[in-house]
């Protein structure tokens, strides 16, 4: 039996007037082909926006096997709901049936993707990437509504994840604990995040009595998450502790220029060093490499790409005891999140002894080796290939109606 399966996700995409789609950031063509191991053809649910020419670096998101639904874009609470009708309208379109269903959670399109589809007894598939337990957390987005989002999101989640047959977790105990899958389901664990052979290298620490440390961060600018804010706030502390710190930060959002004018006013405008968006793979772990201690403040996290490729790096890291980061690093190289005097003191004590800045890099190489593409494939593969014989015997026993 031929069988395909449709995709349902949050992230946004790009198409040209060539019908092509293209993505700035990730799932592009080649993340597609985990599914395309097992299921005969991938069918993306997602928001595609029409661009009239390429911008930026861009990669192609479909291709053989691949294709789109395009959800009409929207970015932000009130253009959702000027455009809530007509995405209504772009999940009831015409579907093949015989395809199994996976939803990459959370996301507002699966939901409205289970209201409009009628398939709710269908077998069906969960990938938990995210917890909107820590996305609309206090202290992580400034709207009004944030509380009823974040009580609507984990009720919605939980009801995913009771209903799947299969239920994969972006880490291996938070997220289960929270969203615990039914009863018989089968359940795995795996990140998105999985690092080639090249992701890897091994190296030494390097630090000189006086001498300038770089400290490196990698993260999103567009929302208030990652902490940028409390790790300049921390930078600070660290040079008035007699500290020798500079701090590059890699990505861009619209923040930018508010942690700019943060930094200006602490008096730390040629200590931080803003390098803006840089493509992802050799560019970035150009500056991991340079770098010798990488911090990750992050408010909400699932599980960090950025923290596990600067392990990989064999660097020394410093996060926050949120999502899946303490199932990363030990709970000594960890501080709650938004505490300035606490990470200030952490850095301060890290970057004080070498001894310990080389511990932690070995050990923190060793564990990224976990996420190596070959463990990781097949973990998702087992789990793809139980929903497909899981749809396959739903579609004999007379699935379609």
């Not at 790009?14 to 990730?26: E, R």
């Not at 009720?155 to 291996?172: I, M, P, S």
Request: net charge positive; proline share 6%; glycine share 6%.
């Amino acid at each position: 039996m031929s069988l395909s399966v449709q995709i349902v996700l949050e992230m946004r995409f790009m198409a040209t007037p060539d019908g092509k789609v293209w993505t700035q950031t990730t799932c592009a063509y080649d993340f597609w082909q985990r599914y395309l191991e097992v299921f005969d053809e991938v069918r993306v649910v997602a928001r595609v926006g029409a661009i009239a020419r390429l911008t930026g670096d861009c990669l192609r998101a479909d291709g053989p096997g691949v294709r789109f639904l395009h959800v009409p874009h929207y970015l932000g609470l009130k253009q959702f709901v000027r455009k809530y009708v007509h995405i209504r309208r772009a999940l009831r379109s015409p579907v093949d049936r015989l395809q199994a269903t996976l939803y990459r959670i959370p996301s507002v399109l699966a939901e409205m993707s289970v209201w409009s589809s009628g398939r709710e007894s269908a077998p069906v598939g969960v990938e938990v990437v995210g917890d909107p337990a820590d996305v609309f957390a206090p202290g992580t987005l400034r709207h009004p509504l944030r509380p009823l989002l974040r009580a609507y999101f984990t009720h919605h989640l939980k009801r995913f994840c009771r209903a799947a047959e299969a239920v994969a977790y972006v880490n291996e105990s938070v997220l289960r604990r929270r969203y615990p899958p039914k009863a018989g389901a089968f359940v795995t664990s795996y990140s998105s995040v999985e690092l080639p052979a090249e992701a890897f290298r091994r190296q030494a620490v390097s630090i000189r009595p006086n001498a300038e440390v770089r400290i490196t961060f990698v993260g999103s600018l567009a929302q208030r998450y990652k902490g940028a804010d409390v790790l300049i706030a921390a930078l600070g502390k660290c040079i008035e502790a007699g500290g020798n710190p500079r701090l590059r930060i890699i990505g861009d959002g619209r923040h930018k220029d508010r942690l700019r004018l943060q930094a200006q006013q602490l008096g730390l405008a040629d200590r931080v060093i803003f390098l803006g968006h840089l493509p992802a793979g050799e560019a970035v772990r150009r500056e991991l490499d340079a770098g010798d201690l990488f911090v990750l403040p992050a408010r909400t996290e699932g599980l960090p790409r950025a923290v596990i490729e600067a392990m990989a790096r064999c660097k020394p890291c410093i996060a926050t005891t949120v999502g899946g980061i303490p199932e990363l690093l030990p709970a000594e190289d960890l501080v709650a999140p938004d505490d300035v005097d606490a990470l200030a003191a952490k850095m301060v004590q890290v970057l004080r002894d070498p001894a310990r800045m080389q511990a932690m890099a070995d050990r923190n190489y060793l564990k990224a080796r976990e996420y190596r593409k070959e463990v990781l494939d097949a973990r998702r593969k087992a789990l793809y290939a139980h929903l497909r014989l899981r749809t396959e015997a739903w579609l004999r026993q007379g699935g379609l109606g």
